[in-house]
């Protein structure tokens, strides 16, 4: 369920419980008062967690130790883009001496714009945050990057199976498995206020071996031993 279909839902009605899955921060959205503590007829799962949009660049840096420049690529649409991607991927790029900037994309057509830029001055990395667009997008992004030489890391394994060099963050599949498992409680008399809201517990590191030789990249032993999944 995206989140306007959510926003919908709740402004629909205060009774009739409501799972929802996966809206990036329910606390920002005023979904639920605490993620503990949902205090309301709406709970679910979400696809976020702390310590991964800084994680994501610790990856990158290991792989690749001459890093120098990292951009991001986030819709301000989805909130939690902008008051937690943003600033934990620039800390964690701060931490580690590479030069960061971070580029709004909320259109297909920005995207190409971003890119461009991106391009022109010189980044090397890209990470591209979550979002509906770039989930859509996400073909043509990697062959836009592959054409560039440009290393492309996404939120999650699909954007890799896409052609993403890499990927990192919650494995989708608990996920949406732990979706039945909610409403069923709630269908044995369990109210929504009574289960906590449930963050993932799985991550994944995938990394595209093809796209790696495809942009003449070297990815090191240490890399692939770290990685969940690797596509040859």
Known sequence: MATPSILAAQKATTTIPIV??????????????????????????????EGVPGKRV?????????LSSLALMFDPVVAYNVVSEVSETRQAADK?????????????????????TI??????????????????????????????????????VVFADSGYLMSYGPSWPPIFRNV?????????????????????TIFEFTINM???????????????QLADKVIE
């Open 96 to 116: 580690l001496s590479i030069s960061f900037d971070a580029f709004e994309t909320k259109q297909p057509e920005e995207i190409d714009h971003a890119f461009s």
């Open 210 to 224: 093809q796209t790696a030789k495809s942009i003449g990249l070297d990815i090191p032993a240490s890399a692939l």
């Open 180 to 200: 039945a498992t909610c409403v069923d409680k709630i269908l044995k008399g369990a109210k929504p206020s009574d289960l906590p809201v449930q963050q993932p």
């Open 58 to 66: 610790q990856l990158l840096k290991s792989t690749f130790p001459n």
């Open 20 to 49: 929802f899955l996966p809206p990036l921060d329910p606390i920002r959205l005023k979904l639920v008062k605490s993620l503990a503590h949902p205090e309301g007829n709406l709970t679910g799962l979400v696809t976020i967690a």
């Open 119 to 156: 391009v022109q001055r010189r980044f090397r990395a890209v990470i591209v945050a979550q979002g509906p667009t770039f989930f859509i997008q996400r073909q043509r992004m990697a062959k836009f990057a592959q054409e560039n030489k440009l290393i492309l890391m996404g939120a999650s």
